[in-house]
T-cell receptor, first 115, second 112 residues
Framework: ETGVTQTPRHLVMGMTNKKSLKCEQHLGHNAMYWYKQSAKKPLELMFVYSLEERVENNSVPSRFSPECPNSSHLFLHLHTLQPEDSALYLC??????????????FGPGTRLTVL | DAKTTQPNSMESNEEEPVHLPCNHSTISGTDYIHWYRQLPSQGPEYVIHGLTSNVNNRMASLAIAEDRKSSTLILHRATLRDAAVYYCILSGYGGSQGNLIFGKGTKLSVKP
């Protein structure tokens, strides 16, 4: 595997379910990100991790819980979501925390539907 | 955060050059100009970035105005695969200044 991978690619869950999204980067990067892309809205930054430490939480509701056990893996734990949380969830990584010339590499995303 | 302004949509013919404009009149001296694009049903992908000088890579060219208040992404020969939403983003240094703040971008359509 190369680049940034995300699993699952599609997920349908009920409002009472608990599920997790997984992201893995094979690029040797030390910063990882979660973004949300709702229909017809720009991408919104949710969380930023640098060297496995959360450095940014962009006012995201607590029903979204990120975890970064090492520099290659990032999870987004989901519980008691609402239908309006249905969106494309994108993971990205970069060498060094975002800024200046640092390029971010994005995964293909997980299409989440909350019923 | 410094912001950018892009046209909502543009059309191009296949194999013709495309010039995608971006205005960023409030850019600061340390902000880099990034371009990403998002093909249908995919995550965004990096296209090019620059600071002050024009830049070329295998995908595109970036022309930056002398006062840095605007820039233009140039696709030299558009292909059908270039149909995507193109985002012009400013990225500074340090903390949240470095985060990529995506706008609505320009939706490029390429006609055969």
């Amino acid at each position: 595997e190369t680049g940034v991978t995300q699993t699952p690619r599609h997920l349908v869950m009920g409002m009472t379910n608990k599920k997790s999204l997984k992201c893995e980067q094979h690029l040797g990067h030390n910063a990882m990100y979660w973004y949300k892309q709702s229909a017809k809205k720009p991408l919104e930054l949710m969380f930023v991790y640098s060297l496995e430490e959360r450095v940014e939480n962009n006012s995201v509701p607590s029903r979204f819980s990120p975890e970064c056990p090492n520099s290659s893996h990032l999870f987004l734990h989901l519980h008691t979501l609402q239908p309006e949380d249905s969106a494309l969830y994108l993971c990205a990584s970069s060498q060094g925390v975002a800024g200046g010339p640092n390029e971010q590499f994005f995964g293909p995303g997980t299409r989440l539907t909350v019923l | 955060d410094a912001k950018t302004t892009q046209p909502n949509s543009m059309e191009s013919n296949e194999e013709e050059p495309v010039h995608l404009p971006c205005n960023h009149s409030t850019i600061s001296g340390t902000d880099y100009i990034h371009w990403y694009r998002q093909l249908p049903s995919q995550g965004p992908e990096y296209v090019i970035h620059g600071l002050t000088s024009n830049v070329n890579n295998r995908m595109a060219s970036l022309a930056i105005a002398e006062d840095r208040k605007s820039s233009t992404l140039i696709l030299h020969r558009a292909t059908l695969r270039d149909a995507a939403v193109y985002y012009c983003i400013l990225s500074g240094y340090g903390g949240s200044q470095g985060n990529l703040i995506f706008g609505k971008g320009t939706k490029l359509s390429v006609k055969p």
